[in-house]
């Protein structure tokens, strides 16, 4: 069965700093991947995906995730926080094998906190 | 384009009490979808429908019902609320054509308590 594992819960940087969130998941055939975003009180906004084009894959606001498949990882990056990067991020995987994209899977979730 | 909208924004409930949330897009989409989301669990997926005139089980359906009103409208209805129901609820939709046929769309969502 699909799942995706985001392996901190929380995740606390300096504004101007990397910002770095992780997410594994686990797939049965070849998945696509997503980054969502949540601001508080907020609906969530697609970040980015990935569906077997490029490894390597740039999304809005100046992220970026990278998909490799021999780690099962897809993990999120920025190279600069701004304060406005504060939000929870949502790594989430669509398997073709289980319901496609209209069965997305989510993971718990990261709050990134960003200090002046 | 409004996109996704959700009415109403915040709901309170004693048990027992009935009520339909309200899900509307205006992007032309096929399928839509109801997610309730609770703390430290992600979204999970209540119902969806595919295409109009249907509709499936997800992850979590039981004590909701749903209703496709028509392409644009997909309504979650809950018969006699539970506490449990305490929740945030998020509708979204999804193009079944082109280059946008992997990404659902989410509204604000509606933020349920029940007492």
């Known amino acids: 069965a699909q799942s995706v594992t985001q392996l901190d819960s929380h995740v606390s940087v300096s504004e101007g700093t990397p910002v770095l969130l992780r997410c594994n998941y686990s797939?049965?055939?070849?998945?696509?991947l997503f980054w969502y975003v949540q601001h508080p009180n907020k609906g969530l906004q697609l970040l980015l995906k990935?569906?077997?084009?490029?490894?390597l894959v740039k999304g809005i606001n100046g992220f970026e995730a990278e998909f490799k498949k021999s780690e099962t990882s897809f993990h999120l990056t920025k190279p600069s926080a701004h304060m406005s990067d504060a939000a929870e991020y949502f790594c989430v995987v669509s398997d073709p094998a289980s319901g496609g994209y209209n069965k997305l899977i989510f993971g718990a979730g990261t709050r990134l906190a960003v200090h002046p | 384009n409004a996109g996704v909208t959700q009415t109403p924004k915040f709901q309170v409930l004693k048990t027992g009490q009935s009520m339909t949330l309200q899900c509307a897009q205006d992007?032309?989409?096929?399928?839509m979808y109801w997610y309730r989301q609770d703390p430290g669990m992600g979204l999970r997926l209540i119902y969806y429908s595919a295409s109009e005139g249907t509709t499936d089980k997800g992850e979590v359906p039981n004590g909701y019902n749903v209703s496709r009103l028509n392409k644009r409208e997909f309504s979650l209805r809950l018969e006699s609320a539970a506490p449990s129901q305490t929740s945030v609820y998020f509708c979204?939709?999804?193009?079944?054509?082109?280059?946008?046929?992997?990404?659902?769309?989410f509204g604000p969502g509606t933020r349920l308590t029940v007492l």
């Open positions: 992007m032309n989409h096929n399928s």
């Open positions: 797939s049965s055939y070849s998945p696509s």
């Open positions: 990935y569906t077997s084009a490029a490894t």
């Open positions: 979204a939709s999804r193009t079944i054509r082109g280059p946008q046929s992997n990404t659902q769309y």
